[in-house]
């Protein structure tokens, strides 16, 4: 779900005030939009006069032949529609966007009026009414003072629809915007439609060193240690025929490569085939997966699984909420008796402010995990909490901290309890983007785990850092 940037369009502060000026200043490139401005006042097409003016001002903010312009041009303006279009820019920021067609439609002129057609595409667009918001931001694009906008959410439309390319192809005209506005809001959803497509292929590679590989009891170090590097990568490939809404294909392959703990280098596989629905506010899933995972070059375990997923937008918050059902074939005659059900869910929110540049999550988890012997069987359940920050443009900073308690089914005759668990996890995390389709990742983990049998209390740190990458190959 791409988040929406409400503009302003009838003035950042009002229509009537003259706009922030560019950082360099260009009297020379604003004579050409005074000529235009002077042109249609005479014709009396205020609101493309209105606009020119305020191009003007971008680039020669002591234009006084301008600044007198744009005070004599507003007073001839319709208050009824000033009011309309000022009604329909609070609904939307609101999150309103019934109220905002409402609004629309007692404005004069409106079938004439770019702002207007540009204003109804995005309620459009949030209402999910995918091809009359096409409609209203096609007829936006055609007039200049809307063009820049409605080219900016066409290719957010487009990229909803799955079609990467014309959206990239849009964004680069948004891009290419006087107003900082949406230049900016274009240029960072850029990278992003060019990584996306109905195929495709996502990779990554990495290295981290882990202080605790076989969580040896908190004390007791095994006399070689326990720590070690290793060395990961993943594949994978997702089709979407129909773009983001419609059924998709996903494969993945993965492997790690110990330094020394050769019997826990790990490989699998996995695929699942599902549907998504991702329209206006609101994304759903559901898929049917299989996984196969090998421990030491020997098989080691079969899962499949049934997953649903849902999301709810709502100006700066979001809803979520995960579902899985799986069952675990252990191969392995040492972890056959854990085989058996499993069902998991997480519900949580989180709030993004200033367009998505910070993001706060709090999500609580709930999970029971059978197995063919009672005492292996285990119910599991706890908190966690998020934060994001994108201080500069390609960096983003995360924090997280997780706690949870786990409970077996049954007494253990064998440890002579009923194993209780708690644990905690902290993680630091670093990611940057290289160019339009690759990031560096870099993550800190802390691990501790509590149990009332002590052989299972550990403490581990893991460190890594991973080169990313996707592109959309259709």
Same mark, same amino acid.
């Given at each position: ?10 003035? !950042?502060?009002?229509? +009537? ?16 939009? *005074? ?9 009396? &097409? ?10 003007? *001002? ?15 041009? +507003? @007073? ?20 309103? @966007? ?9 404005? =004069? ?6 702002? !207007? ?36 959410? *066409? #290719? ?5 629809? /799955? ?22 809001? $274009?240029?960072?959803?850029? =990278? ?9 292929? &996502? ?13 040896? @009891? ?6 070689? #240690?326990?720590?070690?590097? !290793? ?15 419609? =059924? ?19 490989? #699998?596989?996995?695929?699942? $085939? ?20 090998a421990l030491g070059g020997a098989p080691y ?39 058996? =059900? /499993?069902?998991?869910?997480?519900? #949580? ?6 367009s998505g540049r910070v993001r706060l999550g709090?999500a609580y988890g709930l999970g029971y995990q ?11 359940? /706890? ?11 390609? *960096? ?79």
């Amino acid at each position: 779900m791409i988040p929406f940037l409400f503009l302003a369009l009838v003035g !950042a502060s009002g229509p +009537c005030e003259p706009p922030e000026p560019l950082e360099l200043a260009n009297p020379a490139a604003a004579i050409p939009y *005074l000529e235009v401005a002077e042109e249609e006042r005479a014709a009396g &097409s205020f609101e493309t006069a209105l606009a020119a003016y305020q191009e003007v *001002l971008r680039r020669d903010p002591t234009n006084a032949q301008a600044l007198a312009g744009l005070q004599a041009v +507003c @007073p001839a303006q319709s208050a009824p529609e000033e009011d309309a279009l000022a009604r329909a820019v609070a609904s939307l920021d609101a999150g309103k @966007p019934e109220e905002a067609l409402e609004a629309l439609t007692a404005e =004069p002129g409106r079938a004439d009026s770019p702002t !207007a057609a540009l204003l109804e595409g995005l309620a459009l667009l949030m209402l999910g009414e995918e091809e009359a918001a096409a409609d209203a931001l096609l007829a936006a694009r055609e007039a200049p003072s809307t063009a820049p906008a409605a080219a900016l959410y *066409l #290719g957010i439309l487009s990229l909803r629809q /799955g079609e990467a390319r014309r959206a990239a192809a849009l964004l680069e005209d948004a891009a290419a915007a006087s107003d900082p506005r949406i230049s900016q809001r $274009a240029t960072a959803l850029l =990278p992003h439609a060019q990584r996306e497509g109905r195929l495709v292929v &996502s990779m990554r590679v990495g290295a981290d060193y882990d202080s605790n590989v076989d969580l040896a @009891p908190h004390g007791l170090p095994e006399l070689e #240690g326990s720590a070690d590097m !290793a060395l990961g990568g993943l594949a994978a490939l997702t089709f979407q025929p129909l773009g983001p809404s419609g =059924p998709f294909l996903r494969a993945a392959a993965h492997v790690r490569r110990h330094r020394r703990f050769y019997g826990l280098d790990l490989w #699998g596989a996995g695929a699942e $085939a599902g549907w998504a629905h991702e329209r206006s506010s609101l994304a759903l899933s559901a898929a049917l997966g299989l996984d196969y995972a090998a421990l030491g070059g020997a098989p080691y375990l079969w899962a499949p699984r049934l997953e649903v997923a849902a999301r709810e937008l709502q100006g700066p918050w979001v809803l979520e909420a995960q579902g899985e059902l799986r069952w675990e074939d252990f191969v392995d005659p040492a972890f056959v008796d854990y085989s058996g =059900p /499993g069902a998991s869910g997480r519900l #949580g929110f989180a709030w993004q402010p200033l367009s998505g540049r910070v993001r706060l999550g709090l999500a609580y988890g709930l999970g029971y995990q059978g197995a063919r012997e009672q005492p292996l069987a285990a119910l599991e359940h /706890g908190p966690r909490a998020e934060l994001w920050v994108r201080p500069l443009a390609p *960096l983003r900073v995360g924090l997280s901290v997780s706690g949870g308690w786990r409970r077996s089914a049954a007494f253990d005759p064998t440890l002579q309890a009923r194993r209780e668990d708690g644990f905690a996890e902290a993680m630091l995390a670093l990611e940057s983007a290289l160019g339009t389709y690759w990031s560096v990742q870099g993550q800190l983990t802390g691990q501790w785990a509590r149990s009332n049998v002590p052989r299972f209390n550990y403490e581990r740190w893991v460190g890594g850092l991973a080169l990313v990458g996707s592109i959309g190959v259709l």
